[in-house]
């Protein structure tokens, strides 16, 4: 059974005419009546009633016009479907990224292709960068941002490097003019620290046990915030992401030389092809990122990593 057969029996069932239905097909008379005696014969049914006059259903062709109807429209809507996901006026787009990056990069990745694809839908997952590629591997989302460890991520990954980020001592105080932070300042300073799973806690923790001490902290175990929140009330100071620095009002301290910093990539499955819509969406994300560099829009001390 064929598409082009049921097409033809519904025409001829609306006109009640082979003549008729065939000239609203755009096809020859014997054509259609050959592809019709084909159906009937597949079927073991006749489907017309013939005479001079018109054709007029059997029994078997009042039972299977509705369903031809239906398979007709579901096939219609299926090439609707491809064609608008195909066109970017439909489709779907699971990104993740870290805290820190949802509340300074993303934001306006998301506002630029939503502007672009107003019929996509965007699904945002914010966590860990392990966890993000936990959930890249398992096919749970089509791309995020993480910050790689060294030595690489999983490699069932694709992994992009797009953009060093330095990292930056804020407090709510001024510091002492043209003075820059050194990892020996938070020695028994008690500092606001994330809670387990943020990258920069990790990269915080790692730089003070390379100078030869452990953190202490007035308070700990915030998401992003409640860390600001607790830097604005006086609590202490904290290392941010300079992006996210930029943009909380607070007073801003760069590390001196060589500085603390992360790199942070784009990652995807490496087995599974991107959606055209993921595709475009991580188009726009490193368009985003190099029209910032060009621009000198991106935070003092962070760079492009893109060719």
Same mark, same amino acid.
């Given at each position: 059974?064929q598409?082009?057969q049921l !097409?033809? $029996?519904?025409?001829?069932?609306e006109?009640?005419n082979?003549?008729?239905a065939?000239?609203?097909?755009?096809?020859?008379?014997?054509?259609?009546?050959q592809?019709?005696? =084909?159906?009937?014969r597949?079927?073991?049914?006749?489907?017309?009633?013939r005479?001079?006059?018109?054709?007029?259903?059997?029994?078997?062709?009042? +039972?299977?016009?509705?369903?031809?109807?239906?398979?007709?429209?579901?096939?219609?809507?299926?090439?609707?479907?491809?064609?608008?996901?195909?066109?970017?006026r !439909?489709?779907?787009?699971r $990104?993740?990224?870290?805290?820190?990056?949802?509340? =300074?990069l993303?934001?306006?990745?998301?506002?630029?292709?939503?502007?672009?694809?107003p019929? %996509?839908?965007?699904?945002?997952?914010?966590?860990?960068?392990?966890?993000?590629?936990?959930?890249l591997?398992?096919g749970?989302?089509?791309?995020?941002?993480?910050?790689p460890?060294?030595?690489?991520?999983?490699?069932a990954?694709a992994?992009?490097?797009?953009?060093?980020?330095?990292?930056?001592l804020?407090? @709510?105080?001024?510091?002492? +003019?043209?003075? /820059?932070?050194?990892?020996?300042?938070?020695?028994?300073?008690?500092?606001?620290?994330?809670?387990?799973?943020?990258?920069? /806690?990790?990269?915080?923790?790692? @730089?003070?046990?390379?100078? *030869?001490?452990?953190?202490?902290?007035?308070?700990? *175990? *915030?998401?992003?915030?409640?860390?600001?929140? =607790?830097?604005?009330?006086?609590?202490?100071?904290?290392?941010?992401?300079?992006? %996210?620095a930029?943009?909380?009002g607070?007073h801003?301290?760069?590390?001196?030389r060589?500085?603390l910093?992360?790199?942070?990539?784009?990652a995807?499955?490496?087995?599974?092809?991107?959606?055209?819509?993921?595709?475009?969406? /991580?188009?726009?994300?490193l368009?985003?990122l190099?029209?910032?560099?060009?621009?000198?829009?991106?935070?003092? *001390?962070?760079?492009?990593?893109?060719?």
């Amino acid at each position: 059974m064929q598409f082009q057969q049921l !097409r033809y $029996f519904t025409a001829v069932a609306e006109t009640r005419n082979f003549t008729r239905a065939a000239e609203r097909e755009l096809v020859a008379q014997p054509s259609l009546s050959q592809q019709i005696r =084909s159906l009937e014969r597949e079927l073991g049914a006749e489907l017309f009633h013939r005479s001079r006059t018109g054709a007029t259903l059997t029994d078997a062709g009042e +039972a299977l016009l509705p369903l031809a109807r239906r398979i007709l429209a579901d096939t219609e809507s299926a090439r609707r479907a491809v064609q608008e996901t195909v066109q970017l006026r !439909r489709g779907r787009v699971r $990104f993740g990224a870290p805290p820190s990056l949802c509340v =300074s990069l993303v934001p306006d990745v998301l506002r630029t292709f939503r502007a672009a694809h107003p019929g %996509v839908d965007l699904q945002l997952r914010e966590g860990g960068s392990r966890g993000l590629e936990r959930a890249l591997e398992a096919g749970e989302l089509d791309l995020a941002l993480v910050v790689p460890p060294e030595g690489g991520g999983p490699a069932a990954l694709a992994v992009t490097e797009v953009l060093h980020e330095e990292l930056v001592l804020v407090s @709510a105080t001024a510091p002492a +003019a043209g003075r /820059r932070a050194r990892i020996e300042d938070l020695r028994d300073r008690p500092l606001v620290m994330f809670r387990e799973g943020y990258d920069v /806690r990790e990269t915080t923790l790692a @730089a003070c046990r390379r100078a *030869g001490f452990e953190p202490v902290y007035a308070v700990e *175990g *915030g998401e992003m915030d409640a860390v600001l929140a =607790s830097v604005r009330a006086g609590l202490g100071p904290a290392v941010l992401p300079g992006m %996210v620095a930029a943009r909380s009002g607070l007073h801003v301290s760069p590390f001196a030389r060589p500085g603390l910093g992360r790199t942070i990539a784009v990652a995807h499955g490496r087995e599974v092809p991107l959606s055209r819509a993921a595709a475009e969406f /991580r188009t726009a994300l490193l368009t985003h990122l190099t029209e910032a560099a060009r621009t000198g829009a991106l935070p003092p *001390g962070s760079r492009l990593l893109l060719p």
